[in-house]
């Protein structure tokens, strides 16, 4: 059974940095997309970035382009999501998850790691 482990998360002024790492085991990690996503309080858990095994094709929602950077390392069976410029919005609980070959939907998560940007 495919674990997924996210760490990093903490408090930070608006306009600094975080790095979020997520370390996955039971699978394969290297033949699987890995997304991030994130979830405010009192609104629906939204898409943050997507990267292919390879890390040749990378996505990122609109409001994050430019701040954030998402890689991952497959020896490591980690991905991670480097976050600066951060703004206030950015507070929410950080997830990582794989998506599956098959369904092509993200179904297996991490617990989540809490992000808090001061302004």
């Known amino acids: 059974q495919v674990q997924l482990v996210e760490s990093g998360g903490g408090l930070v002024q608006a306009g600094g940095s975080l790095r979020l790492s997520c370390v996955v085991s039971g699978r394969t990690f290297r033949n699987y997309v890995m997304g991030w996503f994130r979830q405010a309080p009192g609104k629906e858990r939204e898409f943050v970035a997507r990267?292919?095994?390879?890390?040749?094709?990378?996505s990122y929602v609109d409001s994050v382009k430019g701040r954030f950077t998402i890689s991952r390392d497959n020896v490591k069976n980690t991905v991670y999501l480097q976050m600066n410029s951060l703004k206030p919005e950015d507070t929410a609980v950080y997830y990582c998850a794989t998506q599956s070959s098959v369904t092509g939907r993200f179904d297996s998560w991490g617990q989540g790691t809490q992000d808090t940007v001061s302004s």
């Open positions: 990267i292919t095994w390879s890390g040749g094709m990378i």
